[in-house]
C-alpha cells in the first residue's frame, strides 16, 4: 500500500486529481452540518439573483432557490449515485465475467452471448430503455446506469480470467482438492483485482455523466430534490439570459469528472506493473544519447569497431549500468563470440550498436561504435534507418515474436527488400524464394506464402535468418538464434550461419550461453561479466587456456560426453545487480582467488599471452602471461 501511495504521489496530474477529488468529496460528506439555506425551498421573489448577492454566494435559480446550498446537495447525490453504480456494475460485473472465463466452453459462449447482445446497444439509449421500463426516478437510473456497464466490466474480466484459468498455480489448487468456488475467490479474485479497481476508477466518471444525462432528460432525480444533472435540465431555458444557472452545475460536473479521469489513469500506472516499470511506454525512433565524456578515436582495419561503449537504464531515480565501457571489434568475414550469463549485457551491447535500446529508459552515455568510419552513437535517425538491415542486420532470438503473425512470410521478406530499394518490386518474389532456398528451407516455392504459425521452429528461424540476409549486409548480430531449437536444428543453423559467412564475407557476432556453439563457429571470444568484457582472444585459446576465473568456472559447468561420471561444478552466489556494482572487479565476491586488492578499482583489461586479454590481477596460467611479457 504504502508503495502504491508513493507512485500515485509522483505522478502529479494524478495527486491533482486526488486534491481535488478529495476536497469535493469531504465537502459532499459535511454538507449536512453547513450552514446552508435550505435547498428546496422557493422565493420567487428573489429569482436570478446573480452570483455574489448578499446571502447567495452562488446566486439563485429560476424560483429563487440558493444554488451554492443545492449545488452541494446535488453534489453529494451525484457522487453517492456514481460511486454506487460503479461498485453495482464491478461486482456483477466481475462475477459474470470470472464465472465465464473460469469454466469456459458451453458456460463461456451462453453467458458471453448474452454480453455482447448488451453491448450490441448504445449505452445511452439501452439506459433510457431501462428507465422507460422501471419509470424516471433516481434509483431506476442508479439501476440502468449500472445495468448497462455490467457487460464492459463482464468482458475485461473475462480476458483476464481465461489467462488464469489455466496457471499452474490453479492447477495445483485443484490437485489439492479445492472446490471451485474457493479456487476463485482464492486463486482468481486476488489475480483480477488490481485490473477491477483500474476499470472502475476509469468509469466513475463516465457513470456519473450517465447519470446526469438521465436526470438532465427529467429521468432521473425528480423536483424537488435536485441532483446536478437536474440543475442543469432546470436551467437550460435561461441559458442566455441567467447562464450563472447552467454554469455552476456545469462547471461542478467537469471538475468532478476531470478530477476523477486524472486520478484513475495515476491508479492505472501505480496498479500495472507493465505501466509502472515503462514497458508499455512508446519509445523513441532511436535510441538517447548523452555521451559525458571524450569520444574514443576509432581503431583500424575493423569493420565495425565498438569502443568503451556504455548504455544505462535510468528507471525513477535509479541507474542500471548495463553496459560498463565494452570494448570490441569484428572484421570482415569473422565471427567473434559474445558469451556470459544471463544479465551480463550482452543483448543490450548488440542492440546499442544501431539505436536499438528502448528509450525511455535506455540512455548510451558513453562510446563510440564506428561503422566504415562513421560514428553511430548519436546519429541521425535518418541515417541509422539507413544502415539497419541493410549494412547491419539483426536475428533476434525469438522468430515468432519479431515475425509478424497476420502477414505471409514472403510478405515480410520481399518488404523489407523494397523498404530499402535493394530490389525492383516485380522481380521481389523471386529473389524471395531464392533466399528461402539459400537458408535451405525445403519446397520454398510454397513455403513463401505460409504464415509464420505454419512453420516450424527451426524453419521460422530460417526464415529471420533469410530476412536478415535480404540486402546483402557485411555485418550481422546474431542474438541467441539457436537457444530454443533442439540440437539437430541448432546444428544445421549453425553449419548455415557458417557457410554463409564463409561465402559472402559476413561478419558475425554471435551472443550465446553456449561454449559449444562458440567452439564450432566462432574465431574469437569475447566473455562478459556485469557489463564488461573479463577475457578475450582466439576461441581455441580461451577454451583450451581460460585466464580469467570467470571465464574458467564457466568452461567446467558445461558437461562433457565421454568423461564418465563427475560432479558439475556451480559458480557460487549470483552475479551483481548493476545499479550497486561493488568496486574494483565486479566478480570477486565470487571469486575463491580474489583478495583485498580486487576490490580496489580501477581492474583494466590487460593484454595476456600475446594475442588474449584480460580484466584480472590474479590470473589463470600466469606462467604463459610472462612468457607473452617476455
Request: glycine share 10%.
Amino acid at each position: 500500500m504504502r508503495d502504491f501511495l508513493r507512485l500515485l504521489a509522483r505522478n502529479q496530474l494524478a495527486l491533482a486529481g486526488l486534491i481535488v477529488l478529495s476536497a469535493v468529496v469531504l465537502l459532499a460528506l459535511v454538507t449536512p452540518l453547513l450552514p446552508l439555506q435550505a435547498p428546496n425551498v422557493t422565493n420567487t421573489g428573489d429569482r436570478f439573483l446573480p452570483p455574489f448577492t448578499e446571502g447567495h454566494l452562488l446566486g439563485t435559480d429560476h424560483l429563487g432557490r440558493d444554488l451554492f446550498s443545492r449545488l452541494m446537495y446535488g453534489t453529494r447525490l451525484s457522487l453517492a449515485v456514481g460511486f454506487a453504480a460503479a461498485v453495482i456494475a464491478a461486482v456483477l460485473g466481475a462475477a459474470i465475467g470470472i464465472l465465464a472465463g473460469y469454466y469456459g466452453g458451453r458456460t463461456d459462449n451462453v453467458i458471453m452471448r448474452g454480453v455482447d447482445m448488451l453491448m450490441a446497444f448504445p449505452y445511452i439509449l439501452l439506459a433510457l430503455a431501462i428507465v422507460a421500463a422501471l419509470g424516471p426516478g433516481l434509483l431506476n437510473a442508479l439501476v440502468a446506469v449500472a445495468a448497462v456497464n455490467i457487460p464492459f466490466f463482464a468482458r475485461n474480466i473475462r480476458g483476464i480470467t481465461v489467462g488464469i484459468a489455466h496457471k499452474e498455480f490453479v492447477d495445483a489448487a485443484r490437485l489439492s482438492g479445492m472446490g471451485d468456488m474457493r479456487i476463485m475467490l482464492g486463486e482468481v479474485l486476488p489475480n483480477v483485482i488490481p485490473v477491477i479497481v483500474i476499470a472502475m476508477s476509469t468509469t466513475v466518471g463516465w457513470m456519473i455523466l450517465e447519470t446526469a444525462g438521465l436526470s438532465f432528460l427529467g429521468l432521473g432525480s425528480q423536483p424537488p430534490v435536485a441532483d446536478l444533472g437536474s440543475m442543469l435540465g432546470e436551467a437550460r431555458s435561461a441559458l442566455i439570459t441567467n447562464p450563472h444557472t447552467s454554469v455552476v452545475p456545469g462547471v461542478m460536473i467537469l471538475i468532478i469528472v476531470m478530477a476523477i479521469n486524472l486520478l484513475g489513469d495515476g491508479i492505472r500506472d501505480a496498479l500495472d506493473p507493465r505501466l509502472r516499470s515503462g514497458a508499455l511506454t512508446r519509445p523513441m525512433a532511436a535510441t538517447t544519447v548523452r555521451r559525458d565524456g571524450p569520444v574514443p578515436e576509432a581503431r583500424e582495419g575493423a569493420l565495425l569497431d565498438i569502443r568503451e561503449l556504455q548504455t544505462q537504464f535510468h528507471v525513477k531515480k535509479r541507474v542500471y549500468r548495463a553496459v560498463g565501457g565494452v570494448d570490441l571489434e569484428v572484421k570482415p568475414g569473422e565471427c567473434l563470440g559474445l558469451i556470459g550469463e544471463s544479465g551480463s549485457g550482452k543483448s543490450v551491447t548488440a542492440l546499442s550498436v544501431m539505436g536499438l535500446v528502448a528509450s525511455p529508459p535506455g540512455v548510451i552515455t558513453g562510446g563510440r561504435v564506428d561503422y566504415k568510419g562513421t560514428d553511430l552513437i548519436g546519429a541521425r535517425y535518418e541515417q541509422l534507418r539507413t544502415l539497419r538491415g541493410r549494412e547491419i542486420a539483426y536475428i533476434f532470438q525469438d522468430p515468432l515474436a519479431t515475425l509478424h503473425p497476420l502477414y505471409k512470410v514472403g510478405d515480410q521478406l520481399i518488404e523489407a527488400m523494397t523498404a530499402h530499394g535493394r530490389a525492383p518490386k516485380e522481380g521481389a518474389r523471386q529473389k524471395a524464394i531464392e533466399l528461402l532456398k539459400s537458408v535451405r528451407i525445403p519446397n520454398a516455392e510454397k513455403r513463401i506464402d505460409s504464415y509464420p504459425h505454419e512453420m516450424s521452429g527451426g524453419m521460422r528461424q530460417r526464415a529471420g535468418i533469410a530476412m536478415a540476409l535480404a540486402n546483402d549486409p557485411e555485418v550481422i548480430i546474431a542474438d541467441e538464434p539457436t537457444t530454443a531449437l533442439d540440437v539437430t536444428v541448432q546444428a544445421q543453423i549453425l553449419s548455415l550461419l557458417d557457410d554463409l559467412r564463409r561465402s559472402r564475407g559476413l561478419a558475425i557476432i554471435f551472443i550465446t550461453h553456449d561454449f559449444g556453439v562458440v567452439a564450432q563457429l566462432c574465431d574469437r571470444v569475447a566473455v562478459m561479466y556485469a557489463g564488461r568484457i573479463v577475457e578475450e582472444g582466439p576461441t581455441a585459446e580461451v577454451l583450451a587456456t581460460p585466464a580469467h576465473p570467470y571465464t574458467k568456472r564457466l568452461i567446467a559447468c558445461v558437461p562433457e560426453l565421454g568423461e564418465g561420471r563427475r560432479k558439475l561444478a556451480a559458480i557460487p552466489g549470483l552475479p551483481p545487480p548493476v545499479d550497486d556494482l561493488p568496486p574494483g572487479c565486479a566478480f570477486a565476491p565470487r571469486c575463491a582467488k580474489a583478495t583485498p586488492a580486487c576490490t580496489e578499482p580501477p581492474i583494466e583489461l590487460m593484454p595476456f599471452a600475446g594475442t588474449r586479454a584480460v580484466r584480472c590481477i590474479h590470473p589463470e596460467n600466469d606462467a604463459a602471461a610472462r612468457e607473452a611479457a617476455e
